[in-house]
């Protein structure tokens, strides 16, 4: 009788191994499945940026130009016309539209481009409402941060408008527009006048430059502050010039809609390297190499996707081991995490006369 | 028989805390380290992902010049391992080691 119960009852042992054999076969599984679902967002994100680089085109093909990186009534003495706000810092001033609220009606946003009034702020009491609005065209679903709409803030991190009325909340983006090597968002975009530049990553020279507020002086990608970039100004060719890249919201928040002047962007973790940046990260990044940016052996900083330092203004991507980016053309390529660095540089400007050659 | 099933489970076990031990062992990265550190980690790192022998010198000039001055003996230990394992030709694990440095003194 007691054999019998024996015979069709588990041991320990053999539980203790099914179980053992379930657990290496699930361990087996998962990361593939992971692997898989990891290169389904990849792909997803990338649709993203297709459409977006489509996008782009369509928008140059009827204004003759590509949109800029955000508006802003100039200024060359950080001066700006009577009831208009600036920025005494960057002289960033209103109204503040990004390329991303520019591209709406080529990424089938009419019914919210036909709300806005584009020689208005951002901020304006009728916008309010509208530009809290999320766009799945500019969101990745890699990111692992906020998804939601965010409150932009000021240096101290507190919730901020320029007319104190009420803090802005902006519709989010994961998706930044490439400001070239340089970034000019701090006080050399304005109250400084000046910045260093370099005019040659092979050999890392550097200039100083008289910016006076025209940030076009320093930049050498296609977005920037009033950029109009035409097509033919990418000499470099739009096949090896990036044009758009990625940025998490899991290190800080973007947007589509545009640039709030005094808004300061904060990273959401801490590296001994980053720290808040200007209003302009909002909408824009850059890949180095930047003047005076220079590393203990005086060799300048270029910060590929992911490049450890995670600075708000850099390109971060939570796809493996790299991250998208949408070239002049309106391609979308990978890039790893470890590319060539000098390539990468090349690839940043559009105008600067490097040849590259196989990059990929 | 049971003490064979003992045997088995003690066996069990000790498998288990080693696997552990050892994943913990090869994960543990190296801490925070001081700022002088986290600099020439970033500029190993740089060079390492360009292959470039000229930066690498500079790091190896630097630490000529400035001795031991800012690191810990382990920090000198880490980063001359990184710098051999560079001049040895193998950019890609080197440059693995000088990311990871920087990696962990990240506070998220």
Same mark, same amino acid.
């Given at each position: 009788m007691d054999t019998q119960r024996s015979r069709y009852a588990f041991t320990l042992i053999e539980l203790l191994v099914v179980i053992a054999i379930l657990g290496i076969l699930t361990g087996m599984l998962l990361p593939a499945v992971q692997q898989i679902r990891a290169v389904a967002r990849r792909i997803s994100c990338a649709n993203n940026m297709r459409q977006l680089g489509l996008a782009m085109h369509n928008y140059e093909g009827a204004l003759g130009h590509f949109p800029p990186g955000f508006t802003s009534t100039p200024s060359r003495d950080g001066t700006a016309p009577s009831g208009v706000h600036i920025d005494?810092?960057?002289?960033?001033?209103?109204?503040?539209?990004g390329w991303g609220a520019h591209l709406l009606p080529f990424v089938e946003g009419n019914n919210i481009h036909g709300d806005l009034d584009f020689a208005k702020p951002i901020w304006e009491t009728k916008h309010r409402e509208i530009i809290q609005t999320n766009l799945p065209v500019f969101l990745?679903?890699?990111?692992?941060? $906020?998804?939601q709409p965010f409150t932009v803030v000021d240096g101290d991190e507190n919730p901020y408008s320029p007319d104190s009325v009420k803090p802005v909340v902006l519709g989010r983006s994961h998706y930044v527009a490439s400001h070239g090597q340089e970034s000019a968002w701090?006080? $050399?975009?304005?109250?400084?006048?000046s910045g260093q530049v370099f005019t040659d990553i092979y050999t890392f020279t550097t200039a100083t430059v008289d910016i006076h507020g025209d940030v076009s002086r320093v930049a050498?990608?296609?977005? *920037?502050?009033n950029s109009k970039t035409q097509i033919s100004e990418v000499s470099d060719g739009t096949t090896t010039s990036i044009f758009l890249g990625e940025h998490s919201s899991r290190l800080s928040d973007k947007t589509w809609v545009g640039v709030v002047p005094g808004a300061t962007v904060h990273p959401r973790f801490s590296s001994p390297e980053n720290g808040p940046d200007g209003a302009a990260t909002l909408v824009l990044y850059h890949m180095g190499p930047s003047g005076g940016e220079l590393d203990i052996t005086g060799f300048p900083i270029i910060h590929p996707v992911?490049?450890?330092? *995670?600075?708000?203004g850099q390109m971060y991507s939570e796809h493996p081991s790299g991250g998208n980016v949408c070239m002049g053309d309106g391609s979308v390529q990978f890039i790893s995490e470890s590319v060539d660095l000098i390539t990468w540089a090349e690839l940043s400007s559009i105008n600067e006369g490097e040849v590259i050659g196989e990059w990929q | 028989m049971t003490t064979n099933r003992n045997t088995i489970l003690t066996t069990l076990v000790l498998a288990g805390f080693l696997l552990t031990a050892g994943s913990w062992w090869f994960n543990r990265g190296y801490g925070e380290v001081s700022p002088i550190t986290y600099e020439y980690s970033k500029a190993l790192y740089s060079a390492c992902l360009n292959r470039n022998e000229e930066h690498l010198g500079k790091v190896e000039e630097l630490l000529v010049t400035r001795g031991d001055e800012g690191l810990s003996v382990n920090e000198r230990k880490w980063i001359d391992a990184i710098i051999e394992e560079a001049r040895d030709g193998r950019w890609v694990s080197a440059a693995k080691r000088a990311r990871r440095m920087m990696e962990d003194q990240v506070q998220y």
């Open positions: 005494p810092i960057t002289w960033n001033a209103a109204p503040g539209w990745c679903p890699s990111s692992s941060g $906020e998804s701090g006080p $050399e975009a304005g109250s400084a006048l050498d990608g296609p977005f *920037y502050r992911n490049f450890p330092t *995670y600075h708000v | -």
